[in-house]
């Protein structure tokens, strides 16, 4: 542990990297690589709640430790979110002339199907027709007891 001088500001080398200066070294903690990014945070020697100042000594410098692993996220995050749109946009590229000979053949399929739904249409009224005219002759010799079968 450090031991405090008495009064005043002393400074915390808090997962700093100073190796670029001999006499200091890298800080007081061994991180990664990731986690060494900040230089000196002064922090008060005498606090009026004594409690409290363990505390104050390490949430300011996690709390900007906290902000930059976000700040690193973030634009990891943002370079995935770039590769993926990249990805996507080359699949349209490649899935576009595909998607324009399936849309012909769509476009002739419904034209094909209108024709036959007119035929069947065209069929069904003709069908009805001769429904109506053999009703109309089987009316009529029943009628007259010339069909074959109702001589009972």
Not at 2 to 11: I, L, S
Not at 81 to 105: C, F, I, K, N
Request: proline share 6%; no cysteine.
């Amino acid at each position: 542990m450090v031991r405090q001088p008495r009064g005043g500001v002393r400074p915390v080398l808090w997962d700093a990297d100073l190796s670029d200066r001999p006499d200091r070294g890298r800080g007081l903690l061994d991180h990664s690589q990731r986690d060494r990014d900040m230089v000196i945070w002064p922090l008060p020697v005498h606090s009026r709640e004594p409690r409290r100042q363990p505390a104050a000594a390490y949430s300011a410098p996690l709390v900007l430790l906290a902000q930059t692993r976000q700040a690193e996220r973030d634009k990891v995050n943002a370079i995935a979110d770039a590769e993926h749109r990249e990805h996507l946009s080359e699949l349209v590229l490649q899935w576009q002339p595909g998607l324009a000979s399936q849309t012909e053949v769509l476009v002739r399929l419904l034209a094909e199907n209108a024709a036959l739904t007119e035929t069947a249409r065209v069929l069904t009224v003709q069908v009805g027709g001769m429904t109506a005219e053999i009703h109309r002759i089987v009316v009529s010799a029943q009628a007259r007891g010339t069909l074959a079968g109702t001589n009972r």
